[in-house]
């Protein structure tokens, strides 16, 4: 992709405080201004459109027959997705509560909270940015952005550590070696990045999506969407967290849970697009 075609239309975005150009790609922040001239920054990364290969192959270990078939998926249109999950922080600049449980540090990500709140959020959000809808990643653009143009179990690589990943040690993957078990969210950041700048993809909180499992088959798809409609209906939730063993974070993993269910392992990261055409 020549340098030009990387930028969207327009750069910076309307919602951004600052923005640039760096390693992993373009980002942009949106500032939230809280009491005592204080502000809450969440930092959001440019998700450029592409193809890929969505579900894991056949021999990939602790394979669930639901990840597969392996197809080939594009993502026509780029959106801006947060670089962490929401934190306490910034739900509490956005909604003036905190649902969570594991309150050590404004930095972990919020938990405790359902589908439904979050489109609470969402839309509260979006009054804050004028010219963009807030809107959850769809399943197949969370998988597309957790494998940052990787296809091996993680993005990074066929294994990974406690270091890597906030999971269950106890439980590690494909006969790795057992390691830490936090018992608990770790605040964002605090682990590597994926090839594309985004923290925390695997392991600490699983992620709601948009819309709910649809069953794959072998066709090459465009920007598929599961089922959207019905307030029970079970929607995706990816990324596996603190308190599941390491195979469930693999990037092809896929969860699901009923809308109007909260637990202290799940959570959420939010997606920003443009509402003006052609952009």
């Given at each position: ?14 919602f ?8 992993f790609g ?10 005592g ?9 440019w ?13 990939e ?7 597969g ?12 997705l ?8 910034l ?8 649902p969570?449980s594991?309150k050590?540090d ?5 938990e405790q ?22 809107d ?6 969370w ?20 270091e ?19 018992q608990?969210?770790v ?18 909180v699983?992620?709601w999506c948009k ?27 990816r990324?596996?967290s ?19 269910h909260?637990?202290f ?7 920003l697009?443009?509402i003006?055409s052609?952009?």
């Open positions: 992709m020549n340098a030009v075609s990387r930028f969207p239309n327009p750069f910076p975005p309307a951004a405080s600052a923005w640039g150009d760096d390693v373009l980002w942009a922040e949106i500032r939230i201004e809280i009491s001239g204080e502000s809450v920054v969440q930092s959001l990364r998700i450029e459109p592409g193809t890929f290969w969505m579900g894991s192959p056949d021999d270990t602790e394979r669930e027959d639901y990840e078939p392996r197809h080939e998926v594009t993502i026509s249109r780029g959106f801006w947060a670089d962490t999950a929401c934190t306490q922080a739900w509490q600049a956005v909604m003036d509560n905190n969570s594991f050590d404004p930095q972990q990500p919020v909270v359902n589908w439904h709140r979050v489109q609470n959020f969402l839309r509260e959000l979006e009054k804050l940015l004028p010219g963009c809808r807030a959850l990643p769809t399943e197949a653009e998988e597309y952005a957790c494998r940052a143009g990787t296809t091996t179990p993680f993005s990074f690589g066929p294994q990974i550590t406690p890597q990943v906030n999971y269950d040690g106890n439980y590690p993957y494909a006969g790795g070696e057992p390691g830490e078990y936090r608990k969210t605040a964002v950041k605090s682990l590597p990045a994926n090839p594309w700048g985004l923290y925390e993809m695997h392991g600490n699983w992620e819309d709910g499992q649809r069953t794959y088959d072998e066709q090459a798809q465009v920007d598929p969407l599961g089922q959207l409609t019905g307030d029970d209906l079970p929607r995706s939730v990324g596996g603190w308190d599941f063993s390491a195979g469930w974070a693999r990037s092809a993993f896929r969860g699901a849970s009923r809308p109007r909260a637990d392992d799940r959570g959420f990261r939010f997606c697009r443009s003006q052609g952009q």
